[in-house]
């Protein structure tokens, strides 16, 4: 029930493109869903967050999509670029016990080819 | 950003070893994390903190000890490290919705 997750494992793109990652979750509990993205020797840094109460979110070229009957969120990156390179992982949050716990998926390698 | 900060990066031991690895957050915030990270496993939690005296395991905690100092300084102990400890591992700070905000992580390599 606390498990979210993430598809698909590695992603190759040419730049430009649009890759789509998607997570799906079982606990209707769940009330934020973040996005993180990670650099190659670096930490985890959270990229872009939405709440249930919405459909979709957009923060630059990064957007979230979300899909409350199905249980599904994806992250899409418009106009990708060679930047954009890293492992993204998404993450649902929830309150357990008068407490909030966080979910990660398993995370997705991205790979934008210039 | 170095809100949250590691110490060591890279950790090269022996099995058996007792090994400590630091973590320290300027942002004041309540709620500390410990990670690791497998490559395809994505983060597994091992112990979370949300304050001074509120320790609690998490998914993966067998080998494993914490310790929060003070509110800005959670360590994390391998009393006796094995080598399938082998792995990277983050420590986090976050805010009220858990929005975590992670440090550069440290590699342990267990021989």
């Known amino acids: 029930q606390q498990q979210v997750k993430q598809s698909p494992q590695s992603l190759i793109v040419q730049k430009g493109g649009i890759p789509i990652i998607n997570c799906a979750y079982e606990n209707t509990a769940f009330d934020y869903f973040p996005w993180y993205q990670q650099f190659p020797g670096k930490g985890p840094a959270l990229l872009i967050a939405i709440r249930p109460d919405v459909s979709e979110k957009k923060e630059g070229r990064f957007t979230i999509s979300f899909n409350k009957s199905a249980k599904q969120f994806s992250l899409h990156i418009m106009d990708s670029q060679p930047g954009d390179s890293a492992t993204y992982f998404c993450?649902?949050?929830?309150?357990?016990?008068?407490?909030?716990?966080?979910?990660f998926g398993s995370g997705t390698r991205l790979q934008v080819q210039p | 950003d170095a809100d949250v900060t590691q110490t060591p990066r890279n950790r090269i031991t022996k099995t058996g070893k007792r090994i400590m690895l630091e973590c320290s957050q300027t942002?004041?915030?309540?709620?500390m994390y410990w990670y690791r990270q497998d490559p395809g496993l994505g983060l597994q939690l091992i112990y979370y903190?949300?304050?001074?005296?509120?320790?609690n395991k998490g998914e993966i905690s067998d080998g494993y000890s914490v310790s929060r100092q003070a509110q800005a300084k959670f360590s994390l102990s391998l009393e006796s490290a094995i080598p399938n400890q082998t792995a990277l591992y983050f420590c986090?700070?976050?805010?009220?919705?858990?929005?975590?905000?992670f440090g550069p992580g440290t590699r342990l390599t267990v021989l």
């Open positions: 993450a649902a949050s929830i309150m357990v016990a008068g407490r909030r716990a966080l979910t």
């Open positions: 986090a700070a976050s805010g009220e919705y858990n929005e975590q905000f």
């Open positions: 903190s949300f304050d001074v005296k509120d320790i």
């Open positions: 942002k004041g915030h309540d709620r």
